[in-house]
């Protein structure tokens, strides 16, 4: 009886421990990022025309941005919209993914 016993809990401990790795990979869904591609972010101002360059005025922080596509950017001289896309702070240039207009 005893020898069952102690085989039993043997195989509960052994189960025990291979189904654990099992389902914690099984649960984890995979994070795939490129290094060296930062992450697009929100930006909310007014687009204004400054020189050959469209810029996006955020008023709250008194600052300017210029927008790498100026045929998107153009369509939204003047109004406050929201605006999507990667920062490059070197430049203080954003790449725009997309422009929306905010009522």
Do not use: C
Not at 28 to 56: H, M, S, W
Not at 69 to 79: C, P
């Amino acid at each position: 009886m005893k020898r069952i016993f102690l085989s039993l809990a043997g195989f509960v401990a052994l189960f025990g421990l291979i189904a654990a790795p099992v389902q914690s990979t099984a649960l984890a869904a995979p994070v795939i990022r490129t290094l060296g591609q930062p992450e697009a972010e929100t930006f909310v101002g007014t687009i204004l025309k400054d020189g050959d360059n469209y810029v996006l005025s955020d008023a709250a922080t008194k600052s300017k941005y210029i927008l790498d596509d100026a045929k998107k950017a153009s369509v939204f001289e003047g109004k406050t919209v929201k605006v999507t896309g990667t920062l490059d702070k070197a430049r203080n240039l954003i790449h725009v993914d997309t422009i929306q207009d905010i009522v």
